[in-house]
């Protein structure tokens, strides 16, 4: 699964995307490469959306008329189809949410923690996997602990007897960092987590995109991801719950449609996944990310990671012939994600990204919510290249050449 | 897209040579400020002279070359002036870089600071060349504040 190959139809892959074909200012064609903040949009999402705000719009589970039976059929369907792609023993465990810090949020607000337990995360988290741990701690009185990152960009295990220890109540991680990339063990984490009991959260956001997620396989309690990163639209998320686990917790929002009854003094739930969906959900949005899913897997999400890891070998290659770059995280192609963050000795983030930006290549500069992490390596920020299906090796050539404009423009180096 | 409009050369500069950097003592009152979209920071000092003028303005920042080149301007623009006049300083930059590239920046006033003009065309950049003039506004008030 780890070797890396070109996607053989990557010319037909990219015609897919309509936003490909831009030119941006100067007649600079598009090179997206920041495709781990958001991805493009398939033309079969954004029909499949259009066509059902154009043909079968109504309101769902309560609407008594035609359009409404094909309203909800469509976003049941769209259910039906994330389960599928997870693996899930059954589609009452997917929950839809606005996004994955949304569905993070869920489990943190509503997993029952009291003084003298503990919540274990890891420093290469996403803010979304670090603060609603915190306010959970926070209100709780549980205590908050995290595995460190290694050297190499490698989450550091040298302390997991101590972490994974009686007391430890949840283990929530990323499967694939957002900033340095790494793919962590989160299969093994998991079983060592079970055997003390602990529940393990996974934030599958920048896994969902690139690998196949079996909740099944990892053996996971909980794992969230976001839509608008798996070619799907934004404002949609899911969680994916064990049925026990979600069967325990309270409800998280209030509002219609996760009742069973209600009468003023008292009211009863309704059961999963409805319990965890209150008020109107993203209709259009849920059949945007069934369309995005039938797509992605329809090219299959291994050939997709083996895409990824020829594009990242390439670009590590890439980086490394370019003085004066470091990059941060693994530098193995088959063992990491696609995106990569390096430094530019001399220049500042904001300014390679401006540079980059003036011929018509985007990329991100910050700290891609991920602060702690770029504090562990000593940096405030970083550039951060991410690829994606539709990404072309001659575009990771771009970039490169890029930089060496931009160390030019800047004279360093 | 005209980068030589934002990198102008005084920006680069400043970028490269920045005036008045480092922490010093005295001062009244010390901010910090942060971008929180990007994370650039700045801690920043004020030391205001009996007389009512700015005795220093000392600072250390980590950002890009809009944001640093802009510490450095300012830093120009405000010691050694009476507060009222250097608040005023302030005024005019911030109209500029609020002014999506329409306005037109008075050089007598501004000086060094009129080369931000081009950044102001640059939405996701005005924050990096204000960083460091609002923690001078910020402190500058708290000194005041402060018992000479």
């Given at each position: 699964m780890s070797a890396g190959a070109l996607l053989p139809d990557l010319e037909v892959i990219r015609k897919d995307f309509p936003i490909l074909e831009r030119t941006l200012e100067g007649g600079f064609p598009l090179v997206y490469l920041d495709s781990a903040n958001t991805s493009q949009k398939p033309q079969v999402v954004i029909d499949a959306m259009v066509d059902h705000l154009e043909r079968h719009n109504a309101n769902i589970a309560r609407a008594m008329h035609q359009l409404g039976a094909e309203s909800t059929e469509a976003f049941e369907g769209a259910r039906d189809k994330v389960a599928t792609f997870l693996n899930a023993p059954s589609r009452d465990e997917v929950i839809f949410t606005k996004n994955a810090s949304e569905a993070l949020n869920l489990v943190a607000r509503t997993f029952p923690l009291g003084p003298g337990d503990r919540v274990v995360i890891t420093e290469m988290e996403h803010h979304s996997n670090i603060v609603p741990w915190q306010l959970a701690c926070e209100r709780s009185g549980a205590s908050l602990d995290w595995f460190g990152i290694a050297e190499d960009g490698?989450?550091?295990?040298?302390?997991i007897d101590e972490l994974l220890s009686?007391?430890?109540k949840v283990v929530a991680l990323t499967w694939v960092s957002n900033m340095l990339g790494t793919i962590n063990p989160v299969a093994e984490i998991a079983r060592r987590a079970h055997e003390i009991g602990a529940v393990v959260v996974l934030d599958a956001s920048q896994a969902a995109p690139h690998l196949p997620v079996d909740v099944q396989a990892v053996d996971a309690d909980f794992v969230a991801f976001t839509g608008h990163k798996v070619t799907g639209p934004t404002g949609i998320g899911v969680l994916w719950g064990r049925t026990e686990l979600l069967n325990a917790l309270p409800p998280f929002l209030g509002g219609g449609e996760m009742i069973a009854t209600v009468s003023m003094e008292k009211s009863t739930w309704a059961p999963i996944p409805h319990k965890f969906e209150?008020?109107?959900?993203?209709i259009v949005e849920a059949v945007g990310l069934g369309a995005a899913i039938d797509y992605i897997s329809h090219v299959g999400l291994d050939a997709i990671h083996a895409h990824e890891v020829a594009i990242t070998a390439h670009l590590l290659d890439g980086l490394a012939s370019v003085s004066g770059v470091r990059v941060l995280g693994p530098l193995d192609a088959a063992h990491r994600g696609g995106a990569v963050s390096f430094e530019l000795a001399g220049v500042h983030p904001h300014d390679v990204a401006q540079l980059l930006d003036s011929r018509g290549i985007a990329v991100r500069a910050g700290h891609h919510c991920a602060k702690p992490a770029h504090k562990r390596f000593g940096v405030q920020s970083s550039t951060r290249a991410s690829s994606y299906l539709y990404t072309t090796p001659a575009e990771i050539d771009a970039l490169i050449d890029g930089l060496e404009y931009t160390k030019n423009y800047f004279k360093v180096g | 897209m005209d980068l030589d409009a934002l990198y102008q050369e005084i920006i680069l500069d400043h970028y490269r040579n920045p005036h008045h950097a480092g922490l010093r003592d005295p001062f009244e009152s010390e901010v910090h400020h942060v971008n929180?979209?990007?994370?650039d920071e700045v801690t920043l000092r004020v030391h205001l002279n009996e007389d009512g003028t700015v005795g220093d303005v000392s600072y250390d920042a980590e950002g890009c070359s809009i944001s640093q080149a802009s510490a450095s301007v300012m830093t120009d623009l405000v010691i050694g002036r009476p507060l009222s006049e250097a608040l005023d300083t302030h005024a005019a930059f911030l109209e500029l870089m609020q002014g999506k590239g329409q306005v037109e920046p008075d050089e007598d006033v501004l000086e060094d600071g009129i080369a931000f003009a081009g950044v102001a065309k640059f939405p996701a950049r005005v924050k990096c060349a204000l960083l460091s003039w609002m923690a001078f506004k910020d402190a500058a008030v708290q000194a005041q504040g402060e018992p000479a």
């Open positions: 490698t989450l550091d295990l040298s302390r009686p007391g430890t209150a008020g109107t959900p993203p | 929180p979209t990007c994370g």
